[in-house]
């Protein structure tokens, strides 16, 4: 089976955005590859180390969601960056081949720089976020990496860094990798730009159900329908954005139709939708609640997927090593 790794940051709650784009593409992978998910803490790091603590909290919750949405750890290998020690140790190796030129030359690395004014980003960890991302990845071997779109510079970056090492030293210990672009909807946020964790609109797994109720029934809609007589335009509404996502074609067809033709009002078609959502998020209340009941259970699973992971890193720094000729 061939092999793919993917990780995560904790750098927020996951919401129903990371579900239906990241989160069940993993699922749907660990049946046919050999796969390797983890939860980024470090990478978190690079962007909150003024408030550290509450990486912990949010890594708690991407574990319990990993499990409440359906990886099986009998199927792939769960674990935690920073429990592997190795992740740091290639990265430091690798940063001594990466030029500086090629790190300043992301995309993200300039606008995040940029666009987030509250914190002083001009440090030496996050200009390096890609190196370390490279180290992740080379680490497994892994041959791809399921990622969405904004990730791909830091794949090419990889890329890059894996062709250096091999140029250098004369050593394919480490493969390039290949991003895994799947087409993934676009989830809206509530307030209709996309749903980030940073614009305070997304619909978060563990709000419970009647948080999540008041979300959707608060949302806006066509704001140019201004009775319920009126006809509406279904694109302009961030609701019907969200249908496309958790409705049945049927249902998408009958809202837009009912909107256009005044036939339902904005309340019944975000009652459609909210029993589509919970259609969603039921079950993995569910899971969550029995996963909640045992305790002990996460921390088991996370303890074998390190020591999975541990081995397969421990392999590759060995060859690394003994390629640089390390004492
Ligand atoms: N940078 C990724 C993101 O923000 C997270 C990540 C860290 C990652 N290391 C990785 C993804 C290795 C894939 C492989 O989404």
Not at 108 to 124: F, H, S
């Amino acid at each position: 089976m061939e092999r793919v790794l993917s990780g995560m940051q904790p750098s927020g709650y996951l919401h129903i955005g990371n579900l239906m784009g990241a989160l069940h593409n993993w699922v749907r992978l660990q049946e046919e590859y050999e796969c390797f998910y983890f939860v980024a803490d470090w990478h978190a790091l690079t962007t909150n180390y003024t408030n550290p603590s509450v990486i912990r909290d949010y890594t708690e919750d991407l574990l319990l969601n990993f499990l409440a949405a359906g990886l099986d750890p009998e199927k792939c290998t769960i674990f935690v960056q920073s429990k592997v020690p190795e992740h740091a140790e290639l990265h430091i190796l690798l940063s001594m081949i990466t030029p500086l030129g090629w790190l300043e030359r992301v995309p993200t690395y300039k606008e995040k720089k940029e666009e987030i004014r509250n914190k002083d980003l001009g440090t030496y960890g996050f200009l390096g976020y890609p190196v370390l991302q490279s180290a992740d990845i080379l680490l497994y071997r892994a041959r791809y990496v399921p990622v969405g779109i904004d990730q791909v510079p830091h794949l090419e970056i990889t890329r890059e860094i894996a062709r250096r090492f091999a140029f250098l030293y004369k050593d394919d210990a480490l493969i390039e990798p290949e991003p895994l672009l799947t087409e993934f909807p676009k989830v809206t946020g509530v307030d209709g730009r996309k749903m980030s964790k940073s614009y305070d609109n997304a619909v978060y797994l563990n709000d419970p159900p009647e948080v999540v109720e008041k979300k959707i029934l608060t949302m806006v809609t066509d704001t140019q329908r201004m009775r319920r007589t009126d006809p509406g335009d279904p694109e302009r509404s961030p609701v019907f954005q969200l249908h496309k996502v958790f409705s049945s074609k049927d249902e998408i067809e009958e809202v837009a139709e009912g909107c256009r033709k005044a036939a339902i009002g904005c309340i019944d078609c975000k009652k459609i939708l909210l029993k589509n959502l919970f259609r969603v998020l039921e079950p993995i209340w569910e899971k969550r609640r029995e996963i909640s009941g045992r305790p002990g259970l996460v921390e088991g699973i996370v303890a074998s997927g390190v020591q999975k992971a541990t081995a397969v890193a421990r392999e590759t720094m060995a060859m690394v090593k003994e390629t640089l000729g390390m004492y």
